[in-house]
Structure formats: C-alpha cells, structure tokens
C-alpha cells in the first residue's frame, strides 16, 4: 500500500484505562461515500463522553471492533461522495458527531463524516477553537434555549468555567440574560469572569443560596439553571428556583438517583430537563449549528482550550481528560 494511502491514528480495540488501550499506528485512510465528505484534520476535541466510552464508564460498552475516537474536529474537506457538490471541496470546517454510530472518530489524519456534520468554519476561527464546538457548545445551547427566549431573565449555570458552562455562560449573556455562575477555585472564577458572567459563587467557600437570595433581591429569583450536577445542586435548585422555571441538567452518573421534592417543585410547575446531545431533536442541532455560526461571525464566541497534545499523546489527552483537573476542553492538535 502506498504511502498516500495512510494516515497516522490513534485507536483502540478494547476497553480500559487510556495508557493500557490506546495505539497509535498507521491506518487507511477513509473515503468518501454517498452523502459524505472526506476531511483532512488540523485539530481533534476530547469530550468525556469520548473517555467514558474508550473506559466501559458506567457498563457502556464497545460498539466497534477497533476504535478511532472524538467526536469533535476541525479541518478542509479533500474530497466528497456522490451527491455532495464539489464546491465544498477546500473549505474549512467544524465537524460534530464524527464518531456516532460510526468506529472512526477526528483521532487521526483524516476522517468521513455526513456532509451537514462538517459545518463551514469562519476564516476568524482557528481549527483549535473550531475543534472546541461540536459536544459543549451545543449541548450549552440547548440547555440555555430549549424553553425559549433568555431575554431579560437570570440564569444560573453552575460550572462556569466548565467546557459545557463556559459556553452555557456565553450563551446566556448572547442572549440578553443576567447570569449567575459557580465554581470551586479562583482560577475557574477567572475564566467564568471573562465569559461574561454577571455574578461569580465559590461554592466551596460561599453559601450559594444566601449568595444567589441576596442577588435577585427575592427568596426565589431564578429562571433558569445549567445544570452539570443536578443529584448535588438539588437543595439549592428547590430553593432559588421560582415559579414556572426550568433546570435543564445535561451530565449524571449511573448511580445518581436524588430523592426529588416533588410537591414543592410542582406546587412552582417547576421543569426538569434532561439534555444529551447525541439524542436531542434534529432541529435543536439546527438551531445551535445557527446560531454558532452568527456566534463565531461576529466574535461573540470565545473558546476556553485547557491544554492541546499532538495526536501520538491521545492517552496523556484522555487522562487529562479523566482527572477532572482540566479547565476547559483538551484538544489534539494536528497541524
């Protein structure tokens, strides 16, 4: 097989921990069928969806003999199948879903996606921030617009300086929301402050109720939460929440079962939402994609990178990744 015929990759072909599963080789590359396109990537996204598969996280098991994962990535499409018109050959692009009910995933040279999961990418965006969109910009977006408009409301995400809150925080502020945010150290509370957040919570050192209380001037003055750990924020949920509000909560954990107070929320019409990307509504990824296209136009959209590695360090990104310790999203970069 000739050389041009190869691309570098990291896969894997069993379950568990990054540094024991995780290779890095050369494979085929990938082309194009009906409907799809082929693209070169410059930069790859690791999502913790992504490390909880490659883990068997919660029992989810392999889907596919060998794996290359991400489901984000940024790159120019080389060529296209049949019925993708050839204009889109070169452009720049943000991909989404790369690895959904697919083996190959943005974790090497070259990767084949459906043509509208590979979305044009502003010249004023760079393939590490494009890289950044696809899982926490849209699941953000979801979480802060799937009840409709934030105009004039006040928001609480908590998180924000999160891979999913940052943008949740952005959002929410893009929008026209006051927007109320947690986090757990200074750093995080820097990161969340330039995203816009109006009010900044260290849960860790503050009380979030008595805090959020004395901001809304009202016992319950929130009309929406982001939530990235609902079973732990119910009891400040049940107490800021007002009438007719909603929490929309997008990460769990198999074991998260909180006894709910269920007469309090209804006696509120209090909604629960419960937010995956991979699943949500067609037109719900049409909205996002939208609006993160308007976003990133005009320099609305700011991207928070924790740290990039090059493609043959794919296990060292998934225990970043893993750790908890990484603010903001980890990406590989391939240029």
Known sequence: MSEKQLMQAAWYEQQGAAQEVIQYGEMPIPQPGAGEVKVKIFASGVNPSDTKVRSGWGGITQSFDRIIPHQDGAGVIESVGEGVSTDRIGER????????????????????????????????????????????????????????????????VTGGAGAVGN????????????????VSREEQAKIAQA????????????????????ITDRKRGINRIVDVNFSQNLVVADAVLRTNSTVAMYAANPDDAPALPI?????????????LVYTMPLEAKQAAIGDITKALETGALHHNIARSFPLSEVATAHDLQDSGQAIGKVIIDLA
């Open 195 to 214: 995203a816009g957040a109006d009010y900044i919570i260290n849960y860790k050192t503050e009380d979030v109720v008595a805090g959020i209380r004395e």
């Open 93 to 156: 692009v943000w991909l989404y879903e790369a690895q959904q009910g697919r083996p190959f995933g943005t974790a090497a040279e070259y990767v084949v996606v459906p043509s509208q999961q590979a979305v044009k990418l502003p010249d004023n965006t760079s393939f590490l921030e494009g890289a950044c969109l696809g899982v926490p910009a849209m699941t953000a977006h979801r979480a802060v617009f799937a009840d409709g408009s934030v105009e004039g409301k006040t928001i609480l």
């Open 167 to 182: 943008y949740a925080v952005q959002w929410a502020k893009w929008g026209g929301a006051t927007v109320i945010t947690t």
């Open 263 to 275: 007469l309090s929320l209804m006696m509120r019409n209090i909604n629960l939402r419960t937010i």
